[in-house]
């Protein structure tokens, strides 16, 4: 069993930056790939970001390339999300999840998830 709490979500004006962080319980967090998502007002759930359970391999979405950076620390049992030139677009509740096998696997597949953060852009 894995828990994840989000926290570092706020308002933030067009160009700044926000860091996200993911606080996991339990001793096999190492063991887990870690996404990030996002999902705006109507719209669907969407991959922004993962890194391997080694932090060896990361991915992004097209979107955010060049602008976000995922992280992880596994003796803290933490997973970031380094956001800089956010733009309005960005705005959305961020989500992060644990899966075992797949890096980037399909929204509905991730085995855990926490309860989301709210990143809010001001133009």
């Known amino acids: 069993q894995v828990q994840l709490v989000e926290s570092g979500g706020g308002l933030v004006q067009a160009g700044g930056s926000l860091r996200l962080s993911c606080a996991a319980s339990?001793?096999?967090?190492?063991?887990?790939?870690m996404g990030w998502l996002r999902q705006a007002p109507g719209k669907e759930r969407e991959f922004v970001a993962a890194v391997s359970w080694s932090g060896d391999y990361t991915s992004y979405a097209d979107s955010v390339k060049g602008r976000f950076t995922v992280s992880r620390d596994n003796a803290k049992n933490t997973v970031y999300l380094q956001m800089n030139s956010l733009k309005p677009e960005d705005t959305a509740v961020y989500y992060c999840?644990?899966?075992?096998?797949?890096?980037?696997?399909?929204?509905?597949?991730?085995?855990?998830w926490g309860q989301g953060t709210q990143v809010t852009v001001s133009s």
């Open positions: 999840a644990a899966d075992r096998h797949a890096l980037r696997p399909p929204a509905g597949r991730y085995d855990y």
């Open positions: 339990g001793r096999t967090f190492s063991s887990y790939n």
